[in-house]
């Protein structure tokens, strides 16, 4: 079974800085997929980043970017440029074969301080 | 298209109350599933489906029964609530195939069981 670890239960940062959210993993597979999904105090779940682990590049939109490493089993993300709209709970998870089960870590708190 | 839609957004229950969790998705997603959020544990897989007619147990399928009837809905039952259930509840959907598809997310539902 899969397992996703997020050991920062919150974080803070302030606004224009660069943070960086960990998240580490455990798998046997050698292909698979790792999100990281934002949570606003709204509730609703939205799609940051998403990385295939038979990619090299680490994936990169806007502001945000990761450092994968798999030999680590290490996901991490980071936020350039904080602004205030990304305060919110981060989740970081993993996807065994396309368009099936998702596997969350417990989440980090991030607030952005103006 | 409306997306991902989930009845009702708030829900109390007593103890040994029965209802059913309302999921409709209007994007002719094959795969839905079942998540519960509950603070510090992240998002765990309840139920999930690959078409109508074919559902499966997630992690923690307790206490929870699901049917696929139509591609479109995917409702959620409990047939006795207990306090345990008390947690918010997300509905997911995405296309199926070997290429990856994203899975979107409902608002969710906050039930509480006293």
């Known amino acids: 079974a899969q397992t996703v670890t997020q050991s920062q239960p919150e974080m803070s940062v302030q606004e224009a800085e660069t943070v960086t959210l960990s998240c580490t993993y455990d798998t046997s597979e050698n292909n698979y997929y790792l999100f990281w999904y934002k949570q606003p105090p709204s509730r609703q779940m939205i799609l940051v980043i998403r990385q295939e682990a038979y990619k090299q590049q680490n994936a990169t939109e806007n502001r945000f970017s990761v450092n994968f490493q798999k030999a680590a089993k290490s996901f991490s993300l980071k936020i350039s440029d904080s602004q205030l709209g990304d305060t919110a709970m981060y989740f970081c998870?993993?996807?065994?074969?396309?368009?099936?089960?998702?596997?969350f870590g417990k989440g980090i708190t991030l607030s952005v301080r103006p | 298209n409306a997306g991902v839609t989930q009845t009702p957004k708030f829900q109390v229950l007593k103890t040994g109350q029965s209802m059913t969790l309302q999921c409709a998705q209007d994007m002719n997603h094959e795969y839905m599933s079942w998540y519960r959020q509950d603070p510090g544990m992240g998002l765990r897989l309840i139920h999930y489906s690959v078409g109508a007619g074919i559902t499966d147990q997630g992690e923690v399928p307790n206490g929870y029964n699901v049917s696929r009837s139509t591609t479109e809905d995917f409702p959620l039952r409990l047939l006795s609530a207990a306090p345990s259930q008390t947690s918010v509840y997300f509905c997911?959907?995405?296309?199926?195939?070997?290429?990856?598809?994203?899975?979107?997310f409902g608002p969710g539902t906050r039930l509480t069981v006293l």
């Open positions: 998870a993993f996807m065994k074969q396309a368009n099936s089960k998702l596997t």
């Open positions: 997911a959907s995405s296309y199926r195939g070997l290429a990856y598809n994203e899975q979107f």
